[in-house]
């Protein structure tokens, strides 16, 4: 099974600014994803992160204010922009491999309050 | 650390019982299931699988059941452990290809000693 770290673990921020999170791979990978989990919710899917192409957004998630980069197969950057209060969340990376069975991985995840 | 169940429906099982987590899903297309655990302050920790074509599996201690009748899907411990303390939830792929997962609300599992 492929392990998936995240930094930051954790972040405070101040409402206007924006905040990068990194989501690692320690082996190649097909298909990696953002999920938010708002507090005491469950997972929401943000976007599928292609490598070398735009991020495929879910509906009510936009670039602008997620942007989303994959620059090989293994590492992936979720921007979370001109953040507030609302966007205070446990952000998730998960990686797959080829096939539509395999199962995703889930990285431990970054917890993000915006004051 | 904060706990992911503050909002979620609980399950309060003695140590030692059976317990049984159910989870309706929405979508007719999805092909392929999940059973995740998540312990606080942790991500999602895979648990066992189930492809469509199938209304069984049964893993070490957990066996996922499948109904596409009433699209409901239930995973059950058996011998419930305190390390099985956490929040379950159920996840599907909507249809066929690698694809991101659509996750059911979550069951938060107490085990009582």
């Known amino acids: 099974s492929a392990v998936i770290s995240q930094k930051p673990s954790r972040d405070i921020c101040q409402r206007g600014t924006s905040l990068t999170i990194q989501c690692q791979v320690d082996?190649?990978?097909?298909?990696m994803f953002w999920y938010r989990q708002q507090p005491g919710q469950s997972l929401t899917l943000i976007a599928t992160a292609n490598q070398g192409s735009e991020a495929t957004y879910e509906s009510g998630f936009v670039i602008d204010k997620f942007p989303i980069s994959r620059p090989n197969l293994t590492f992936s950057t979720l921007t979370v922009s001109n953040m507030s209060p609302e966007d205070s969340s446990i952000y998730l990376c998960?990686?797959?491999?080829?096939?539509?069975?395999?199962?995703?991985?889930f990285g431990p995840g970054t917890r993000l309050t915006v004051l | 650390g904060e706990s992911v169940g503050l909002h979620l429906p609980t399950l309060s099982v003695q140590e030692g019982d059976n317990s049984i987590i159910n989870c309706a899903y929405s979508?007719?297309?999805?092909?392929?299931f999940i059973w995740y655990k998540q312990e606080s302050g942790k991500g999602p920790q895979f648990i066992i699988d189930i492809r469509s074509n199938m209304d069984k599996r049964q893993g070490q201690r957990v066996t996922v059941l499948l109904n596409k009748t009433v699209k409901h899907l239930s995973l059950q411990i058996a011998a419930t452990q305190p390390g099985d303390s956490a929040v379950y939830f159920c996840a599907e792929n909507r249809g066929g290809g690698a694809d991101g997962l659509t996750f059911g609300k979550g069951t938060h599992l107490i085990i009582q000693p």
């Open positions: 998960s990686a797959t491999g080829t096939s539509s069975y395999n199962e995703q991985f």
């Open positions: 082996s190649q990978v097909t298909m």
């Open positions: 979508n007719s297309a999805s092909d392929y």
